[in-house]
């Protein structure tokens, strides 16, 4: 993987310092199972970034994220962007033909879209058949136009959150596929019905109350999909089974210490993370037995050899305000479980070399209902300033587990007393706030049996403020 690597460094050297126009590209992040290369263009004020996701029965998949480099200012293409060097086009054929022997093209590879508040060109993705999803963000005024995903005739998806003014141009999307649209504003249904009835196109159009997940999220965070590892020679052979993508879990010495269950809302999911003693000896470290379960986005067989190892989720920075979910807790006497997330310099972690900024929820008490929990990414431990680290972010890094101990990220404590503690936790994902109101609600709650406030407190129909009912965040008058 090496060898790869650095043909692939040249290779993006190479077409760098031969560009013309304004496209710079960082260090590309290649591992065995994930891709990313991100460009920017300063002057147009966008930064695209074109990397692997993974598909349930499909395997690694291509997905297309572009947005603003600066949030408070204005973003877009221009022509010149489409023939630069470093353009996202020719990247891929120079990677695809270095790495795999065959140039193949962008158009034809990436599955998903994602453009958040940056303008796109006329026709700018007519080509792109393959795309399933496409998802458009913007907080104010928004023009899609003319012919810009008209060739895209695989689409499933389309998520149109505009909320400001959405204008539609002339053929934006296929008549052939039957697809589903959704928006967040009466307008923009409006908008879509009234291309819907002048084109006779083949969508159907859904209004949702709900915020849509931001691009930047975290990777199967509702632990909908789920994987069996196999385990090396030395350590008996076999497998376990964890969530895909970037987690891993203590199953890896402890069968059963996290499954899949049900979720908060009918056919969802979630996991489930029990305390069971594990003898550490196995894992080169004699005499040690702790009582926990974790679920996290590491590398255990990695982190076991000890040599330098994965551990996290590359990201450009922090990607929102908070790190929401929603769980419930059945604890032994006087355990506690708790919601860790560090970010990272570094993707491949360098001991006593990589920093990084910590956050925590620690879960102290019982919670039988689905409880809503968040972590406020402004307010690290320590104190850290986060306008002036120093360093930059690169990856992020979650813990999770029903007994806090020295096994589970920066944590003092020999965990539980005894196993058996049980979490339950599911739909993490990344918010820019936690105090939107979805409904106003007068104050007759009659009939309403579970409300919580912010904190995952339940409380009953004589508070006053924002709470929680049915998993919708509400007004109380």
Known sequence: MKAKLTTFLVVLLAIATGAQAQITLQDPVITDTYMAFVGENEANNYRFTLDTYEWADRGPQFQLTIEPIDASKAAQFTTDDLSDGNYWEPMFRSYTKQMAGEEMTAQDNVKRLYVKNVALLPKQFADYENFHVIGIEAAGDYTIPDGCFYGCTKLDEFDCNVQGTLTLGSYIVSNQ?????????TQSAQVWNEYKQNTGAN??????????????????????EWEDRSLPAEMGGGSYTSPSGYWDTFNILASGSVTKTEGRTAGSTAALLESKTVDMSVAGMPGEVVTTSILATDRYLSKMSGGEYEQGVPTSGIPARYLTFWYKYQPVAGDVAQVFIQFNEDLVIKQDVTRTVKFRKQITEAAADWTFGYIDLSEPENNQDLSNLGW????????ITSSASGMSSSTEG?????????????????????TGIHHVLSEDTAGIST???????????????????????????
């Open 451 to 477: 409300i919580y406030n912010l904190s995952g407190q339940r409380v009953d129909g004589t508070y006053k403020g924002i709470v929680i009912i049915s998993g919708k965040k509400v007004l109380i008058k």
């Open 392 to 399: 930059g972010i690169s990856a992020y890094y979650i813990d």
């Open 203 to 224: 969508f159907s159009v859904v209004a949702s109350d709900v915020t849509p997940e931001p691009q930047s999220q975290v990777p199967n965070g509702y632990f909908a």
């Open 177 to 185: 596929p039957a697809f589903t649209v959704t928006v967040y504003t």
């Open 414 to 434: 020999s965990g539980a007393s005894a196993p058996g503690s049980k979490l339950w936790i599911t739909e993490l994902q990344f918010a820019s706030d936690v």
